[in-house]
């Protein structure tokens, strides 16, 4: 039987988006999409829940590109799932596969046993099932409760590495700037908590709101993530990728916030960097491209978040008829924004000096739907938790090119820790 749609109206959707989170909770493996209010996030719906597993994919990493498409097109369903920043290693031989700190599979996808989508007007449900069962889930739904805690104690996170061990680390990265190694490196380091007990859903729920957020369950691991970036898209042979480099904090008054947006978006420093990343790309995608589509389609486009404004550029290219889903993230993973340019050279260096591993954070994570469109963000600004470790992990990085200022690129860095600042637990 095929998977049917099946079309319902609660009372109010906002609500019913958030009983939908609450109601995930009993699932082992879900993901729990959320665009809302960002019209350029997600495309499918403002809200989407894939929950349950009806078929899984855990491929052999080192053949899993390959594999990917073959598997989507036997099941013909909507596939979810993630690639983590270890699957480097496989694309780029060489590089170590450092597992993740929660450990997330370096790759993975399930074909969900109930889709869910929200609209402001509508919510459909996706089974392969009857109209009564889709009724009973839909029911099922309305009757959660949403019951948030008395949560009082704010989630505390440090730096691993101390500010002159960073300092001195990006002044070595700024010396193969200087030699001619690379010429943008992204650095990335590892915050983490002490131990700590969280209940992840009602965590997630004090996230800012992102264009590309979700909360993830993968049995015991936990990713809740409010990243404004896109990696991908796919519709039909469209490609779209927006990189996002540069990035200054929200002023606290409407005058200052404008001059700090002002100063990103004139900044020859970060001007440079997005420049840099944009190159980069239309490389990776001329690899699958018709050749002559790659465009450059939108350039230094300043967006507005809660605690940050970010520059985003928008490459689009038409993908080839030999090629397939697993050739494109073949030629653009890890995307450019999080490794820096040439591609090659700074994975090494990113290997060399990140003792700590990226797991799935620097990878993404999205879906792919029946026809084989899809689309993928780029996992930034993320919790990661296993009540085992009882200890919640975040990472930020930033961008390192000849202009840098090593005490600037500190600052960025604590300022994408920012959006944890009101999180109680
Ligand atoms: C590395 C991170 O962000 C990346 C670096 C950015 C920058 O240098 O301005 C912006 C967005 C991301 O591509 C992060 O948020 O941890």
Request: aromatic share 12%.
């Amino acid at each position: 039987m095929a998977r049917l749609f099946y079309t319902f109206r609660p009372p109010d959707s906002f609500s019913f988006a958030t009983q939908l989170l609450t109601w995930s909770r009993m699932f082992r493996v879900f993901m729990y999409f959320k665009n809302h209010p960002y019209p350029h996030g997600w495309q499918q719906a403002p809200w989407m829940l894939a929950a349950g597993v009806r078929y899984e994919w855990k491929p052999q990493p080192e053949r899993a590109l390959e594999q990917l498409a073959p598997f989507h097109a036997t099941h013909r369903d909507w596939m979810v799932g993630h690639v983590a920043y270890p699957m480097t290693a496989y694309v780029w031989p060489g590089i170590s596969a450092k597992p993740c700190l929660c450990g997330f599979p370096d790759i993975y996808f399930f074909i969900p046993e109930i889709l869910v989508w929200v609209y402001p007007d509508q919510v459909q449900i996706g089974i392969h099932g009857s109209e009564t069962e889709a009724r009973r889930i839909f029911e099922e739904i309305s009757k959660s409760r949403v019951d948030l805690p008395q949560l009082r104690h704010p989630l505390s996170i440090h730096p691993v590495l101390t500010r002159k061990q960073y300092l001195d680390t990006v002044h070595a990265i700024l010396h193969h700037i200087q030699r001619g190694d690379c010429y943008e490196l992204n650095f990335c380091q590892l915050f983490t908590s002490d131990p700590v007990k969280i209940s992840p859903v009602e965590t997630f729920m004090q996230l800012p709101p992102a264009p590309f957020s979700l909360c993830y369950r993968l049995h015991d691991a936990y990713l809740l993530c409010a990243s404004p970036e896109r990696y991908l898209l796919k519709r039909d042979r469209q490609i779209l990728m927006q990189p996002m480099k540069g990035t200054i904090r929200r002023g606290s008054n409407t005058q200052e916030d404008a001059q700090l947006r002002l100063f990103l978006q004139q900044s020859p420093k970060e001007r440079a960097e997005n420049t840099i990343v944009v190159d980069l790309i239309r490389n990776d995608l001329s690899r699958t491209a018709v050749p002559g589509s790659v465009k450059v389609t939108e350039w230094l486009k300043i967006y507005s978040y809660p605690t940050v404004h970010q520059m985003i550029s928008t490459i689009c290219s038409e993908m080839d008829t030999p090629y397939q889903i697993g050739d494109l993230l073949a030629t653009t993973f890890p995307m450019g924004s999080m490794t820096g340019a040439p591609k090659k050279k700074v994975l090494e260096l990113i290997d060399h000096y990140e003792s700590w591993p990226r797991g799935i954070y620097s990878g993404a994570a999205g879906y792919i739907t029946p026809e084989g469109d899809m689309e993928m963000n780029v996992m930034i600004r993320s919790l990661l938790y296993t009540p085992e470790a009882q200890r919640v992990y975040y990472h930020a990085g930033s961008g390192i090119t000849c202009y840098c200022n090593p005490e600037d690129e500190w600052e960025e860095c604590l300022i994408k820790t920012r959006q944890l600042a009101d999180i109680r637990i």
